[in-house]
Structure formats: structure tokens, C-alpha cells
């Protein structure tokens, strides 16, 4: 009788903590901190038609400040938009038969707002609330600078990267901790592929890269 007792505290205890996490017309802004992590490759550099043999151009990561916001259609399907504060990349060039060692090439700015439909297999009972989903990614460069290192060989220069547009994918958690705030981690992955164009003074590099990042992000979630 007792152990019948004990597994009945326990049973009302659990219907106590089945709280609505995720229901139909919620609105959810998460924010936190976000690492875009490229599995970047390229092409090899062309110099001013010619293909520099074993050259190729990297992009290294960087971490700002992450956002999202969610709309629940239903209890188990949403919209979501990812925004973030800028993210400023590195661009270095292994210059191959051109002899010039690994140099710094750049540096570019972008955002990455992506758009996804995400599904929540979960009860919208459940304080844990896995998910996945699958969207579009745009990115837009900007304020792109040639290195003066790369200037210092070719002549005062100028680089020009064109917007990229492709699939993304997403899977993350939320888990509840209050009635109106969340803790979160996701992960996206996003095909950006773009044109790179260096122009020098008597030179002209071309080559396209596949930055295909990894988006990683861990936020507080609040419920509206």
C-alpha cells in the first residue's frame, strides 16, 4: 500500500508539472549568442583568366549576437526567422604555384536572416520541446576590404562578394523554465555559395567558394 501511495504522489506530481509549452498562436523571441562556423572551399584562384594551380580561398568563423523569432501556426508546426548583429569574416588564400605562401586576402560583413518551417514532434505539454525544420537562407555582403598585405603585392585593390541564396536546415530544443521563458539551443546549416572578385590596380582574382556554414546558438527564449 505504501509503495501504491508513493507511485500515486509521484503520478499527481507529473500531471502538476504538464504545463502548455508550445500552443497555437504563441510568439517566442529568443536571444543569445550564435557562432557561424564555415566548411568553406573554392575553386582555384584565376588570375586574370589564368587558373593558379593548388590555390584556394578560406573563410574563418565568428560569433555575434543571435535572434529569433518564432510564430506557432499550431501546436506542432511554426514559423521562424533568424536575424543576427552583423558577423565579419576573414577571408585568407592558400596562393598555390603563385608563391606567395597563405595570405590574408579580406575581410567581409554579411547577415544571414533565414526563414524555416519547423515542426515540434513533442505534446504541447511537454517542457522539453524538440524540433526541426527546413527553410531559405539569403545572404547579403557588404563592406568588404581587401588585406594590405595582399595590396602590398598586387597594388591597392578591391573586393566584391555577390549575395547567396540556398537551402538552410535547423534542429534545436526548448525547455521551459518558467511559464513565459525558454532555454534554447539550436543548430543550422545553410548552402552559401558566392562569387569572389579581387581587382587590382593591373590584376584581377576570381573565385567561387562554398561557405556552407554550421550556425550554432544557445539563448534564453521569452513567450508572448
Known amino acids: 500500500m505504501r509503495a501504491i501511495l508513493i507511485l500515486a504522489m509521484f503520478a499527481m506530481l507529473g500531471t502538476t508539472l504538464q504545463v502548455q509549452a508550445h500552443e497555437a498562436g504563441d510568439f517566442i523571441i529568443r536571444g543569445g549568442i550564435a557562432n557561424v562556423s564555415p566548411d568553406a572551399s573554392s575553386s582555384a584562384l584565376i588570375l586574370d583568366g589564368s587558373a593558379i594551380g593548388r590555390s584556394e580561398a578560406d573563410v574563418d568563423d565568428n560569433t555575434q549576437i543571435g535572434l529569433t523569432f518564432t510564430y506557432m501556426l499550431t501546436n506542432n508546426w511554426a514559423i521562424d526567422v533568424l536575424g543576427s548583429t552583423p558577423f565579419t569574416h576573414d577571408i585568407s588564400a592558400a596562393t598555390g604555384d603563385l608563391g606567395l605562401g597563405t595570405v590574408d586576402a579580406g575581410e567581409t560583413t554579411h547577415l544571414p536572416p533565414t526563414v524555416s518551417l519547423l515542426f515540434f514532434p513533442a505534446a504541447s505539454s511537454s517542457r522539453f520541446q524538440p524540433y526541426f525544420g527546413a527553410g531559405l537562407n539569403y545572404t547579403l555582403f557588404f563592406d568588404e576590404d581587401v588585406d ?20 538552410a536546415l535547423q534542429a534545436g530544443f526548448d525547455y521551459k523554465l ?9 543548430i543550422w546549416w545553410a548552402d552559401i555559395d558566392t562569387d569572389a572578385e579581387f581587382e587590382f ?16 546558438m544557445v539563448s534564453l527564449g521569452w513567450k508572448f
Not at 594590405?148 to 537551402?167: F, K, N, T
Not at 518558467?178 to 539550436?186: E, H, L, S
Open 148 to 167: 594590405s598585405q595582399l595590396e602590398g603585392v598586387l597594388g591597392r585593390g578591391s573586393l566584391e562578394l555577390d549575395p547567396s541564396l540556398g537551402l
Open 178 to 186: 518558467t511559464d513565459n521563458m525558454y532555454f534554447n539551443a539550436g
Open 201 to 216: 590596380a593591373s590584376n584581377r582574382i576570381t573565385t567561387d567558394v562554398e561557405i556552407d556554414p554550421f550556425v550554432y
